[in-house]
């Protein structure tokens, strides 16, 4: 029975078919993909502090406006993420009581301050940019509901790119002090960008397994790739400077050569030990238990509705 039940997931893996949550699939999948899918959902959740510190420090309305619906994005995308999640079997509690001990991560990315206004700027242009081309290909997601919120999430990430992209240049088109404020900011963020690809291929301790279950579609280092000849361009159109001395365009490779990442430090920020990883777990546990007086008035009323 259980030879045939794995056959047929077998047949609908190798059709680039879609599991459905009613599916039979095998402990690890399921496992897996509850891993990836939660990392994905605290990232957003925990991803709205870094730019959240400017709210109330815009230089405008309207940049307030705009900063304001971003991050409100990403909440939702925390929600449509937890309701895939959700269909593995876990409960919305048992996630958020992971990411609270720490048990399960979030992307690397946000455990680095955001020191100026022009970091809203950057984190649209490179840390959206670099989730844009790590969570295209995850539309195509071998598991149903996981590759549907993708599509919608990517969307509004692209948006989010070109938010911080029309931010930066705008910035470049103003002052001296202005020009420098962006410049310092995309030094600082580079790095950490290329970081968020995950550890080089054959440092990846889930890749091979996850591409083999359609769960991921490609290598961390293709995807690493794709993100710096994307951005080289952009860089070049901005006026800004990628500070790393080894990139540079590769006419036989027919992609841009660039310097490899400091993956000790990533290990470390994975591990705990990043700037911020304090900070942003405490600041989380702390909404989350200022909101329980929400969560419990919630549950009374739909009890109350249900009677
Ligand atoms: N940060 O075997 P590997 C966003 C962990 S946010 C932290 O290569 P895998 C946004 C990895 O989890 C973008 N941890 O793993 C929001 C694993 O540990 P465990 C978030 C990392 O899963 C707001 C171990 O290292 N996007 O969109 O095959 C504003 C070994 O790695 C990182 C996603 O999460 C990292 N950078 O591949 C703006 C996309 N790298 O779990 C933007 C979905 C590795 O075994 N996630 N680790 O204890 C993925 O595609 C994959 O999880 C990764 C890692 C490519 C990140």
Redesign the pocket.
């Known amino acids: 029975m259980t030879l045939d039940l794995q056959e047929k997931f077998d047949a609908v893996i190798a059709h680039h078919d879609r599991i459905e949550p009613r599916d039979w699939m095998p402990e690890g999948y399921r496992k897996t993909l509850v891993?990836?899918i939660a990392?994905?959902a605290h990232?957003?959740i925990i991803?709205?502090q870094p730019?959240g510190n400017w709210i109330g420090r815009a230089p405008s309305l309207r940049r307030k406006a705009i900063l304001l619906a971003k991050v409100q994005d990403?909440a939702g995308?925390g929600l449509y993420l937890y309701a895939a999640c959700e269909t593995l079997g876990v409960s919305r509690d048992e996630l958020v009581e992971m990411l609270l001990t720490g048990r399960q991560?979030?992307?690397?990315?946000f455990n680095y301050p955001t020191l100026s206004y022009a970091d809203v700027g950057t984190?649209g242009w490179l840390?959206?940019g670099a989730?844009i081309c790590?969570?295209v290909p995850?539309c195509r997601t071998s598991y149903g509901p996981y590759g549907r919120a993708m599509i919608r999430i990517c969307k509004e990430?692209s948006f989010?790119q070109r938010q911080g992209y029309e931010l930066l240049r705008t910035m470049m088109g103003g002052t001296d002090a202005q020009r420098q404020m962006v410049q310092e900011s995309v030094d600082r963020f580079w790095w950490p960008s290329l970081?968020?690809?995950?550890?080089p291929d054959e440092e990846?301790?889930?890749?091979a397994r996850?591409i083999a279950w359609g769960i991921?579609r490609n290598g961390?280092d293709e995807l690493r790739q794709r993100f710096v000849d994307m951005t080289v361009p952009q860089a070049e159109a901005l006026g800004v400077t990628l500070p790393d001395p080894e990139l540079r365009w590769n006419d036989e490779r027919g992609h841009y050569d660039f310097g490899a990442p400091d993956w000790a430090e990533?290990a470390a920020?994975?591990r705990g030990d990043g700037p911020c990883n304090a900070q942003r777990l405490a600041h989380r546990r702390a909404a989350h238990d200022d909101g329980a007086w929400v969560r419990e008035a919630a549950t009374a009323f739909a009890e109350r509705s249900a009677r």
């Open positions: 891993r990836q990392q994905h990232s957003e991803g709205m730019e990403e995308h991560k979030y992307s690397s990315i984190i840390v959206d989730a790590n969570q995850l990430e989010h970081m968020m690809f995950g550890p990846s301790p889930n890749s996850s991921k961390n990533l920020v994975i």
